[in-house]
T-cell receptor, first 112, second 114 residues
Framework: GEDVEQSLFLSVREGDSSVINCTYTDSSSTYLYWYKQEPGAGLQLLTYIFSNMDMKQDQRLTVLLNKKDKHLSLRIADTQTGDSAIYFC????????????FGRGTSLIVHP | DTEVTQTPKHLVMGMTNKKSLKCEQHMGHRAMYWYKQKAKKPPELMFV???????INESVPSRFSPECPNSSLLNLHLHALQPEDSALYLC?????????????FGPGTRLTVT
């Protein structure tokens, strides 16, 4: 079945790295996504990774995928106060409609 | 242009009112979606349109009625809503269903039912 889990909160100091973790259960996952949602706003797709990749880097963002453990992480380097938001992990499954299934979201708080 | 627009931004309606939410995209996407999001929760899928035809209805009550008049527009008609329907309603689009990839979200309409 489909189940995406994330820890609910993460607090970091400005300038440090943040690592947000996610686990999923469906081995048929094809795409794994990270979305960012700022207060009162819609979801912004930050990055996504194909399940045949181990890592993807885009500026301050690094996504790591451990397919054996079904574990996905998002690392944000040099975290800024503007990175404070809720981060949703999502997966989509091959053979279906590919509509993402979302985790509950991790609330990232960046303090000075 | 990778923008999905939604109007209005905020809507307050009574339980006997009829109102509509609108969503528009000009990216040539043929899949459009409505989601409902409660505070501190992930988005919940409501409807999916593929090539202007309703392809998924996630057992949504009939007081929500979607409409896709053309490939760029998606409406959600609201009638006789309940206070528990108060939420952020998000529209999204993607190139098409059945292939994965990027799904773009609008900013949402904050709906309050009194």
């Amino acid at each position: 079945g489909e189940d995406v889990e994330q820890s609910l909160f993460l607090s970091v100091r400005e300038g440090d790295s943040s690592v947000i973790n996610c686990t999923y259960t469906d081995s048929s996952s094809t795409y794994l996504y990270w979305y960012k949602q700022e207060p009162g706003a819609g979801l912004q797709l930050l990055t996504y990774i194909f399940s045949n990749m181990d890592m993807k880097q885009d500026q301050r963002l690094t996504v790591l995928l451990n397919k054996k453990d079904k574990h996905l992480s998002l690392r944000i380097a040099d975290t800024q106060t503007g990175d404070s938001a809720i981060y949703f992990c999502a997966e989509s499954i091959s053979g279906g409609s590919y509509i993402p299934t979302f985790g509950r979201g991790t609330s990232l708080i960046v303090h000075p | 242009d990778t923008e999905v627009t939604q109007t209005p931004k905020h809507l307050v309606m009574g339980m006997t009112n009829k109102k509509s939410l609108k969503c528009e995209q000009h990216m040539g996407h043929r899949a459009m979606y409505w989601y409902k999001q409660k505070a501190k929760k992930p988005p919940e899928l409501m409807f999916v349109y593929s090539y202007e035809k309703l392809s998924i209805n996630e057992s949504v009550p009939s007081r929500f009625s979607p409409e896709c008049p053309n490939s760029s527009l998606l409406n959600l008609h609201l009638h006789a809503l309940q206070p528990e329907d108060s939420a952020l309603y998000l529209c999204a689009s993607s190139e098409r269903t059945g292939q994965g990839g990027e799904q773009y979200f609008g900013p949402g309409t904050r709906l309050t039912v009194t």
